[in-house]
């Protein structure tokens, strides 16, 4: 299917190979700006079309772009001079888009030119329900929900205002809850209304959503970071209620009703939260908080026990006796637990094992009260030392020493028996062992690491008839010896590598180029891991120490050397504030990283702990060890 970009033709779906549109006549662009193909409209505004595509120079991959028509409504010089204005603005806002897209809450942007009078953006691709859609399945959100968007959103608005950007569209909608990690990401900037203001010839032009934008923005289209906050206040009790802006305001008397909602829906929230909502709900302007950093201030301090770092998943205070605990310890290996991966929705374990095998554990329960093994996978026929579950968790892939990785598909629910037990694909292309995958946070691209000293980058896809695939996209060779570990960040744009030269190589991951070579660990590299909040990387090394580097500076920020050998696993919680290891001195130790210390020591284990992996929601821990166990760790 072939799409018309003009923006007023009423029907753009043409045949693949149309060269003009059947229904206006318009030239069809196969490819705008010579890469991006347009696969399907993703929504329409009276300013444009938004389009999902492809980039065909980029790994093929997806992003979202973003048409601009501004509605200009004077004849003649006039009108020359407000398209004018409006094109010098969108370059201008864009430019600070570009730099706001540094942040893993913000959509990156790729691109911004102009086509054929039209105005264009290209964004990256965030796969994820909006905070609408959540509502709508799932109902009413309760104050533990509520306190976790302001967590997660009040910095990104302290962010973005601190480059004098107001989004100015702030709604449900707009907030999209990342698939792979859970993240709230913010989407949709108010550029598109900037530009039709400009292009309006008459004062008072609305900017943003009614009901979500505050006075000053629908009477005359002013904005400021107060403005945002207000919008943030009202997407609060919107989902706290359940009802839209517009049965929770009376405009007879100027009153915000959502008290009164709760009231009779017989729900009771903290007084905190309550008299931040109401503050951030003001109507004039200088009465409600002038920053976000304002509105964390209020929320501190955070109700939660003394010196104990909470985990993402409790945002109100959890019992102070909380602390991690094992709660199963798996038997089932005849060999060396290699490595781990946890399903996203946290109710599968992989583990794989010097004994040659897979085996894949049916976690259930709140506390996961029971863990059972669902099947055990044998197409290896050396020691399997990688294994990762896609972000989407349909498939499940593993790397061996003999040399090959198999891609098997994971059942849609574990209440069945898995039905395929053998390899879906198999690839061959390393000369030696494969040490280390990963998969993109979007899920797109699958990296691996060899004993023979590459990295190889494929781009994967599902076929129509529901088939995977996977295409060759990058051999990235310059490491000297064997490659141990890899690590995408958040935004999958940075893509680090370790092993056997003791050397952490940053790579830029859209153009294949080594990035920065980070200084030497004094023995080998065997873990690595990106936060998922910045571009903090971790790099674990036998020297028995753990390097914090900015990955993009290629600045060490801190070494870690409480460990009595060597590193062996390395994961960031969910909110990057604390760091989980795993080393050879049979000890899992945790980190605070914003006082740098090791606050816990799990030493269950009776040899070496080679494996770690994290839940999605940061409360399930599991680790793997040389005396075939795996142990299973409950935040409770």
Not at 569 to 592: C, H
Request: glycine share 8%; net charge neutral.
């Amino acid at each position: 299917m072939a799409y018309c970009l003009n923006p007023n033709c009423n029907h753009p779906e043409n045949p693949q190979n149309a060269e003009v549109c059947q229904n206006c006549g318009k030239p069809l662009t196969e490819l705008l700006r010579g890469r991006y193909r347009v696969l399907k409209p993703l929504g329409r505004g009276g300013m444009g079309r938004t389009y999902l595509a492809v980039d065909e120079d980029k790994l093929r991959s997806f992003c979202v772009i973003k048409q601009f028509s501004p509605q200009i409504q004077t004849t003649g010089e006039r009108r020359d001079k407000s398209v004018q204005k409006s094109t010098d603005l969108f370059y201008q806002e864009a430019m600070r888009l570009h730099e706001l897209g540094e942040h893993p809450q913000i959509p990156t942007l790729l691109a911004y030119f102009e086509h054929q009078e039209q105005l264009y953006l290209v964004q990256q691709l965030i796969r994820g329900p909006t905070l609408w859609q959540e509502l709508r399945h799932q109902g009413a959100f309760s104050e533990k929900q509520i306190w976790d968007i302001l967590e997660q959103l009040l910095p990104v608005l302290g962010y973005i205002h601190g480059y004098k950007v107001v989004h100015r569209d702030i709604k449900p909608t707009n907030i999209i809850r990342r698939k792979q990690d859970k993240t709230l990401v913010l989407i949709d900037f108010g550029i598109a209304k900037q530009l039709t203001a400009t292009g309006m010839a008459r004062v008072g032009t609305k900017i943003g959503t009614e009901g979500y934008a505050p006075i000053e923005q629908i009477r005359s289209g002013r904005a400021y970071p107060a403005s945002d906050l207000y919008s943030l206040g009202v997407t609060c009790i919107h989902l706290l209620t359940g009802l839209s802006p517009d049965e929770l305001f009376d405009p007879l008397t100027g009153n915000w009703l959502w008290r009164e909602t709760l009231k009779e829906q017989e729900i009771v929230i903290s007084d905190r939260l309550g008299q931040i909502l109401d503050k951030l709900l003001k109507d004039i302007v200088s009465d409600r908080y002038q920053s976000a950093q304002a509105v964390i201030s209020d929320m501190n301090p955070v109700p939660s026990p003394p010196n104990v770092i909470v985990p993402e998943g409790y945002l109100i205070s959890p019992p102070a006796v909380q602390d991690w605990h094992c709660v199963h310890t798996l038997h089932h290996h005849s060999g060396k637990i290699q490595d781990l991966a946890i399903h996203p929705q946290g109710n599968l374990l992989a583990s794989s094992s010097e004994d040659k095998t897979l085996c894949l554990w049916r976690m259930s329960g709140q506390k996961l009260e029971k863990v059972s093994l669902l099947s055990t996978l044998t197409g290896h026929e050396a020691s399997v030392g990688a294994v990762a579950i896609h972000p989407e968790g349909e498939l499940l892939v593993s790397g061996s020493h003999d040399k090959r990785i198999l891609f098997w598909r994971l059942p849609e629910s574990i209440d069945k028996q898995i039905v395929h037990t053998q390899p879906i694909l198999v690839l061959n292309d390393h000369r030696d062992w494969v040490n280390t995958l990963v998969f993109s946070p979007s899920g797109s691209l699958l990296a691996s690491g060899s004993n023979d000293k590459t990295v190889r980058v494929r781009q994967l896809a599902v076929t129509p008839d529901g088939e995977w695939e996977q295409l060759p996209l990058l051999t990235l060779t310059s490491h000297t010896d064997a490659v141990n570990a890899l690590a995408f960040s958040a935004d999958g744009r940075w893509l680090a590598s370790g092993g056997e030269d003791r050397v952490v190589k940053v790579w830029n991951v859209e153009t294949g180029t080594l990035h920065l070579n980070l200084p030497r660990h004094a023995q080998r590299i065997n873990a690595l891991a990106f936060s998922p909040r910045n571009r903090i990387l971790a790099s674990g090394s036998d020297d028995g120490t753990i390097r914090i580097w900015d990955s993009l500076k290629g600045h060490q920020i801190r070494t870690l050397t409480e460990h009595g050998d060597s590193i062996f696993g390395l994961v960031f919680s969910p909110n990057g504030q604390v760091l989980f290891s795993s080393s050879r001195d049979r000890t899992i130790k945790i980190w605070d990283l914003e006082n740098w210390k090791s606050i816990s020591t799990l030493d269950d284990h009776s040899w070496w702990v080679r494996a770690i992996a994290l839940s999605q929601d940061g409360l399930t821990l599991v680790t793997g060890s040389g005396d075939a166990t795996i142990k299973i760790w409950r935040w409770m």
